[in-house]
Structure formats: structure tokens, C-alpha cells
């Protein structure tokens, strides 16, 4: 069974522009999280979504939306990128929001700002 | 791949001998624990998971202990393999934050010697 798919995996920005990440969660997983991960650090939570609606949210900017498609499908969007926005971006699914059952994550998308 | 290990706390470990990650938390309210492996270029990948009204849990080679009085979790490798090579990661969620919200450790990097 595929496991959570990402793309792209790499990605070169500019400071100012916007950029779209996409994730598709494990077949039948209906939760997608989604996280940074700064070189060095551990990932930290930025958005939940469960059928289609936010549930939850960290602590980041506006500039930071996500939505969820009725295919349980995520895009995360950042607008006016900053130097500090590049970081690795990881999605995660797991198959309700509020059960004790693992995250699994993607692989990641490596965003760097210019 | 660029190294997630970076400036990270360094666990040295020779060929078949055991490992044992630490891992402190802070919150209280936690009610669920789960480590997670990194390698290089990659996600974070599932290793095992314990709840909070338990205090052990094995899996296959490793062993998680949570001690809930001192707020401390640990994961044992037994007879660590080079493949073990990664950035360990300990995870928790918060049972009162409303979503599945995982706060992440600083991680470990576990080195094996061969």
C-alpha cells in the first residue's frame, strides 16, 4: 500500500512569492497534519484537518492556510514567503482526529527561500 | 540528503551492543507517546508507540518505558544494527488539546560503529 505521498519534493522560492504544497494521506486515513521541520529541529504542528474542517492549529502565521478535498487530499499555502519559511514541510495521516493512533508522515517537501 | 542531525545530542553505539534513547517531557496532560525515526532526506518513520495508563511496551527489538512520575521516556534498541543509524525523535500529544496536536523532542542521533 503506497504511504503518504508528498509533492514536490523540492522547491526554490523567492522572498514574497507564494507556494503550494500537496500531500495525498494513506488510502482510508481521513486526518492530514501537517508540520515544519527546521534544520536541526523536531517538526512542529502547524494545521489538522479531518473531513474537510480545520481541528486544529499551531502557532504561525496567517500567512500560513491549508484546506482538505473530499478525497481527504491536503494543499498547505503560504503566502509572502520568508527567508525563515524554508524548512522541510511534512505531512502526516492517521485515520480519525481524536484517537491514540500513530501519525504517519511523508517524506517531506524541501522548501528554500531565496 | 542534508542531515537532520544537525547539532543534535549524539548517541555513539557499537555493532550489536543495546541502545537506550532518553527523552523528557513537560506536559502533564499527555496521554499518548510515540517514537519516531528519521533518516537522512526522509519523513519521520513510525517505531512504536505506548499510552499513557501503560509503562511498557515492546515491539520488535525495541522496548519503549514511560515513567509518568518524572515525566521521562525511553527507547531500547536491542542488539543495534548500522541500519539503526538515524535521528530518534520522541513525540507526544496533549489529551486536552482538542485535535491530534504531537509535540516533538529535540531528537537523538544514534551512530552505530561497525
Known amino acids: 500500500d503506497a504511504g503518504v505521498t508528498q509533492s514536490p519534493t523540492h522547491l526554490i522560492k523567492t522572498r514574497g512569492q507564494q507556494v503550494t504544497l500537496r500531500c495525498s494521506p494513506i488510502?482510508?486515513?481521513?486526518?492530514v497534519s501537517w508540520y515544519q521541520q527546521v534544520l536541526g529541529q523536531g517538526p512542529q504542528f502547524i494545521f489538522q484537518y479531518y473531513e474537510k474542517e480545520e481541528r486544529g492549529r499551531g502557532n504561525f502565521p496567517d500567512r500560513f492556510s491549508a484546506r482538505q478535498f473530499p478525497n481527504y487530499s491536503s494543499e498547505l499555502n503560504v503566502n509572502a514567503l520568508l527567508l525563515g519559511d524554508s524548512a522541510l514541510y511534512l505531512c502526516a495521516s492517521s485515520l480519525v482526529v481524536y484517537s491514540n493512533q500513530p501519525q504517519h508522515f511523508g517524506d517531506g517537501t524541501r522548501l528554500s527561500i531565496l | 540528503g542534508e542531515s537532520v542531525g544537525l547539532h543534535l545530542p549524539t548517541l555513539s553505539v557499537q555493532e550489536g551492543d543495546n541502545s537506550i534513547i532518553n527523552c523528557a517531557y513537560s506536559?502533564?496532560?499527555?496521554?499518548?507517546f510515540i517514537w519516531y525515526k528519521q533518516e537522512s532526506g526522509k519523513g519521520p518513520q513510525f517505531i512504536i508507540d505506548?499510552?499513557?495508563?501503560?509503562d511498557k511496551r515492546q515491539g520488535q527489538r525495541v522496548t519503549v518505558l514511560l515513567n509518568k512520575t518524572v515525566k521521562h521516556l525511553s527507547l531500547q534498541i536491542a542488539a543495534t544494527q548500522p541500519g539503526d543509524s538515524a535521528v530518534y525523535f520522541c513525540?507526544?500529544?496533549?489529551?486536552?488539546?482538542?485535535?491530534?496536536?504531537?509535540?516533538f523532542g529535540k531528537g537523538t542521533k544514534l551512530s552505530v560503529i561497525p
Open positions: 488510502s482510508g486515513h481521513k486526518s
Open positions: 505506548i499510552r499513557s495508563n501503560m
Open positions: 506536559n502533564s496532560a499527555s496521554d499518548y
Open positions: 513525540a507526544e500529544k496533549d489529551s486536552g488539546a482538542g485535535s491530534y496536536q504531537l509535540t
